[in-house]
């Protein structure tokens, strides 16, 4: 039986920011500092609030604290959707999975399978209920299935770590006058919170569309070289030199020569090996 200090991949998870990203606003360092300052896995809010089971709206009681394994995801995922706030139209601007990532959530199989379940859990199974986040589908059209999860932080949210929603509401104010000032600056006309917040939601789902497109892509693209190197080296070889010949114009195949074809051989073969092994986010 495995003990329930072991139990747990990562006891100790946190927050680490992604490289290259621009300095955040200064609403969200100032909420991160607080976040950091005041624990939000024991807020009072957690004790007096009754989770809800989402889908038919029945009260559910707690008995007892978070176990410390979730309070500490909780500490470095509340970390996480602040830094990807966006003040404008309240969405965490990032995926369950990038959350989940850059909390030190996600684990990997020995077969190389990566799972969220830690992170999607503490979401789906404690912050929407609590009130906390709200979280919405979209159908993609495209792919034929839902896209990752929009997040969206309530006012609720903030009162984790004594944030009120007037000063919340301050923010999104200063922001829609920098982003006016901006447009005016470019001769363009004021938009107001509504229009931005939409703005906001649409560009985010543009995102997600153009990330899933090309995650898509990719895959497809690795199952079809797995295929081609799980046959005989020799045998993959000539595939690939048939595509090339095929691929090629008659005027190109001379200038190349037979040992430019060659090189071109192995350049293809060594490139489906490495796409082969590989995952979405070495690419």
């Not at 990997?108 to 929407?128: D, V, W, Y």
């Not at 982003?179 to 906001?200: C, E, F, H, W």
């Not at 985010?204 to 990330?211: D, G, L």
Request: hydrophobic letters at 35%; charged letters at 25%.
């Amino acid at each position: 039986m495995i003990s329930r200090k072991h139990y747990i991949n990562n006891p100790n998870p946190f927050f680490t920011p992604p490289k290259g990203n621009k300095p955040r606003p200064a609403f969200i360092r100032y909420a991160m500092k607080r976040a950091e300052t005041i624990d939000v896995a024991r807020c009072e809010l957690n004790y007096i609030l009754q989770i809800k089971k989402i889908k038919i709206e029945f009260p559910k009681k707690r008995f007892r604290r978070l176990n410390e394994h979730r309070a500490c995801a909780m500490r470095a995922m509340v970390l996480a959707m602040i830094y990807h706030f966006n003040i404008s139209s309240d969405l965490v601007q990032a995926s369950v999975e990038q959350l989940s990532d850059e909390c030190g959530l996600s684990t990997l199989s020995k077969a190389g399978n990566k799972s969220i379940t830690r992170a999607s859990r503490l979401i789906t199974h404690f912050m929407e209920p609590m009130g906390f986040v709200t979280c919405k589908k979209k159908w993609d059209k495209i792919l034929g299935n839902y896209m990752p999860k929009i997040i969206t932080l309530t006012p609720l949210f903030f009162q984790l770590f004594d944030i009120s929603e007037n000063k919340l509401i301050n923010a999104k104010k200063q922001q829609l006058g920098w982003i006016n000032k901006n447009l005016i600056d470019k001769g363009l006309q004021p938009i107001t919170m509504v229009d931005a917040k939409r703005r906001s939601q649409d560009i985010q789902i543009k995102n997600i569309v153009k990330y899933r497109i090309s995650k898509h892509a990719f895959y497809k693209k690795r199952r079809n070289a797995q295929r081609l190197i799980a046959l005989d080296e020799k045998e993959a070889r000539q595939t690939i030199l048939r595509a090339l010949v095929a691929k090629y114009s008659i005027s190109e195949l001379t200038k190349l020569g037979p040992n430019g074809l060659k090189k071109q051989v192995n350049i293809s073969y060594s490139y489906l090996r490495k796409i082969a092994t590989n995952r979405y986010s070495d690419t």
